[in-house]
């Protein structure tokens, strides 16, 4: 009994560090373009993203996955653009045109945490 509480408490902990480390940002979408800056003429799949010079960082990125969850509208044509959830994005390339913390994000993945229609929204996201 005691070993499952504290197996319960790690859990929650762990959720808890994953929340507060989530950093805000914006999210874009757009239809890849190959090649990528990280893998060439690779097929990506459908769950990617570009990111911003800052994160992009000579591409150390490239690989890296990170946990996006809407938050919010960034523009006003779409007052509620959230989809509950959050998805997983590999870092396949760069953004040139990005903001920092910003990503561009692959049609799919940003369909499947917001309504494709907002074109823009904040995000919170952890790696």
Do not use: H, K, W
């Amino acid at each position: 009994m005691a070993q499952e509480r504290i197996i319960i408490l790690a859990v929650i902990a762990s959720s808890l560090i994953s929340v507060a480390c989530a950093v805000p940002g914006i999210a874009t979408f757009s239809t890849p373009t190959l090649p990528s800056a990280c893998y060439a003429f690779q097929d990506p799949g459908t769950l990617f993203a570009a990111v911003n010079p800052d994160l992009y960082n000579n591409g150390t990125a490239c690989g890296r996955r990170y946990r996006i969850r809407c938050t919010g509208p960034a523009n006003q044509n779409v007052p509620r653009p959230c989809r509950n959830g959050e998805v997983i994005v590999t870092i396949i390339d760069l953004c040139i045109a990005c903001q920092p913390d910003q990503f561009d994000l692959s049609a799919e993945a940003f369909s499947r945490i917001a309504d494709p229609n907002a074109a823009r929204i904040r995000i919170e996201y952890n790696e």
